[in-house]
């Protein structure tokens, strides 16, 4: 037996026995329900993994929801793209910018509270399918919105309906009531070495 030969016998093998664990692994996951998504961590890629999410759902005619917390005062790729080419896509933003750009506490609880409430409705919806909470994280650990009441209108939205919650932090309670939960680690970042965000990579 040649070296090859034997070399794609064992990867055969070692394929067979993954093929095997995965489907035991589909079999076993018999629960039909909307899943809750928190992606966090410090690195790049957070909102943009929940967007390409809100492309899979309207990929199969799925109803989606997008609330976008701190964003809103720089136009961004995603946001052009849903206004122009996805009228159904309910879509809000607070308006404020960062934080750190406004400097404005009461300013900021105020605009957050009322964003709140489109977002508390859309988890009350039962016609959608999808809602994203962008950067609601900030929000919790800014204390600008009751813990509590997010928690809660989280767990207990549709059954059939799936969130997904993006930005750094967000405390533990958050992280317990999430079904799966990503974190995105920075190893390098293009900023970091004086290269300036990039229109369609960055925003």
Known sequence: MTSTTARDQKHQRAMAKQKSAVDAGIAAATEERGVAVLLTGDGKGKTSSAFGMVLRALGY?????????????????????????????RFYQMGTGFTWDTQDRQGDIAAARTTWEVAKEALQNTSIDLVVL??????????????????DAIANRPEQQSVVVTGRGGGTALRDIMDTVSEVKEIKHAYRAGISARRGVDY
């Open 61 to 89: 005619g799925q109803q989606v929801a997008v609330i976008q917390f701190i964003k809103g005062v720089q136009l961004s790729g995603e946001e052009m793209y849903l206004r122009d080419q996805c009228p159904q896509v």
């Open 134 to 151: 962008d950067e609601i994280t900030y929000m919790l650990a800014f204390d600008y919105l009751p813990e509590a009441e997010v928690l």
